[in-house]
T-cell receptor
Framework: KNEVEQSPQNLTAQEGEFITINCSYS?????LHWLQQHPGGGIVSLFM???GKKKHGRLIATINIQEKHSSLHITASHPRDSAVYIC??????????????FGQGTILTVHP | ETGVTQTPRHLVMGMTNKKSLKCEQH?????MYWYKQSAKKPLELMFV???????ENNSVPSRFSPECPNSSHLFLHLHTLQPEDSALYLC????????????FGSGTRLTVV
C-alpha cells in the first residue's frame, strides 16, 4: 500500500462542475503539497498546507491532520483545468531532507 | 516560466553515450532536488542537495551522477544508461528543505535507445 493514496485516479467533468480530488496518507507529515502537471511535464505547486484551508481563485485546498486527509476542490471547472493533480507529503520527524512522497496523481479532464 | 529552468527539454541518447542534464534557479533557494517520473508511476526522489552538499542519494544507480557546483546550478550526468531509464527528469528547488517556495522545472524528457 502506498503511503499516499489519491482518489479518484481518473475524473471526467463537464465545464462548470464542482470537482473534488482526495488524498489520504499514512505517515506523519509536516506539510502537504498539491501540484498540477500539464501535458508536456511541467509541474506547478498550487498549495502547501500544514493545517486548515487555503483558497486561490477557483481552487480550495483543505487538510485534516487528525484524519490524515486532504482535499482539493475546483469550483466552476474549465477545460483549462484539465491536468494531472498530484498530492505530495513532506515527511515529518527525524532527519527530514525535504523528501516529498507523492501520490499517483489524478487525471482530470474537463469537457466544454 | 517558474524560475527553475531545465535544459534540454528533450534528449535522445544511446546506451553508450554520455550526456548531462542542467538545472538552474535564480530564486535564492538553497536546496535543489532531482526527481524521476516514469510512465504510470509516482514521482521518485533521486538526489537532494542542501547548501551545495548532497544530503540524500535515494538508492540511485551510479550511472546517474549529480553535481551541484553552486546554489543556483544542479547537473545530472548520465552514462551507459539503459532503456528503462527513459523517463521525465524533474528538477526542483526550495528555500530550506521542502517547506518554502517548492518550485519545479519543466523537466527533461529522456529517451534511451
Amino acid at each position: 500500500k502506498n503511503e499516499v493514496e489519491q482518489s479518484p485516479q481518473n475524473l471526467t467533468a463537464q465545464e462548470g462542475e464542482f470537482i473534488t480530488i482526495n488524498c489520504s496518507y499514512s505517515v506523519g507529515i509536516s506539510a502537504l503539497h498539491w501540484l498540477q502537471q500539464h501535458p508536456g511535464g511541467g509541474i506547478v505547486s498550487l498549495f502547501m498546507l500544514s493545517s486548515g484551508k487555503k483558497k486561490h481563485g477557483r481552487l480550495i485546498a483543505t487538510i485534516n491532520i487528525q484524519e490524515k486527509h486532504s482535499s482539493l476542490h475546483i469550483t466552476a471547472s474549465h477545460p483549462r483545468d484539465s491536468a494531472v493533480y498530484i498530492c505530495a507529503v513532506l515527511n515529518a520527524g527525524g532527519t527530514s531532507y525535504g523528501k516529498l512522497t507523492f501520490g499517483q496523481g489524478t487525471i482530470l479532464t474537463v469537457h466544454p | 516560466e517558474t524560475g527553475v529552468t531545465q535544459t534540454p527539454r528533450h534528449l535522445v541518447m544511446g546506451m553508450t553515450n554520455k550526456k548531462s542534464l542542467k538545472c538552474e534557479q535564480h530564486l535564492g533557494h538553497n536546496a535543489m532536488y532531482w526527481y524521476k517520473q516514469s510512465a504510470k508511476k509516482p514521482l521518485e526522489l533521486m538526489f537532494v542537495y542542501s547548501l551545495e552538499e548532497r544530503v540524500e542519494n535515494n538508492s540511485v544507480p551510479s550511472r546517474f551522477s549529480p553535481e551541484c557546483p553552486n546554489s543556483s546550478h544542479l547537473f545530472l550526468h548520465l552514462h551507459t544508461l539503459q532503456p528503462e531509464d527513459s523517463a521525465l527528469y524533474l528538477c526542483a528547488s526550495s528555500q530550506g528543505l521542502g517547506h518554502y517556495g517548492y518550485t519545479f522545472g519543466s523537466g527533461t524528457r529522456l529517451t534511451v535507445v
